[in-house]
């Protein structure tokens, strides 16, 4: 099976890791779990990727982050999405359509070019 090379999928790192928390709040390991599951196994964020990217969108007031125990009563890190988190997610979906179409146009070219 084919995995996504980290390099391609980078610049959508953070819209998956909204999407997610679109749902909820929810922290690093099960959000790492969610990416793996939803995309088919076809890409594994990393846990420096992952930390980097909520230390800078919490930065930027996309989330938050908050402490709570957990059954085992270890102190747990939560995120959860902001209204400014929100409206960069959409934001990020509307630039992914426009990248997709002009990274299509290259991709369809090249395979036609080749038949030839």
């Not at 102190?75 to 209204?83: M, V």
Request: charged share 30%; with cysteine.
């Amino acid at each position: 099976m084919s995995v996504i090379s980290s390099d391609v999928i980078r610049g959508y790192n953070d819209t998956m890791i909204l999407y997610l928390l679109r749902n909820g709040p929810s922290y690093g390991y099960e959000i790492s779990k969610k990416i793996r599951e939803l995309s088919e196994e076809k890409y594994l964020i990393k846990e420096t990727t992952l930390y980097s990217a909520f230390s800078r969108m919490e930065k930027n007031g996309f989330i938050e982050s908050f402490q709570e125990t957990a059954d085992n009563g270890k102190k747990r890190t939560y995120y959860r999405i902001t209204s400014a988190g929100e409206s960069y997610y959409l934001d990020k979906c509307e630039e992914w359509y426009l990248t997709k179409e002009v990274v299509e146009h290259f991709i369809s070219q090249g395979i036609e070019m080749h038949k030839d």
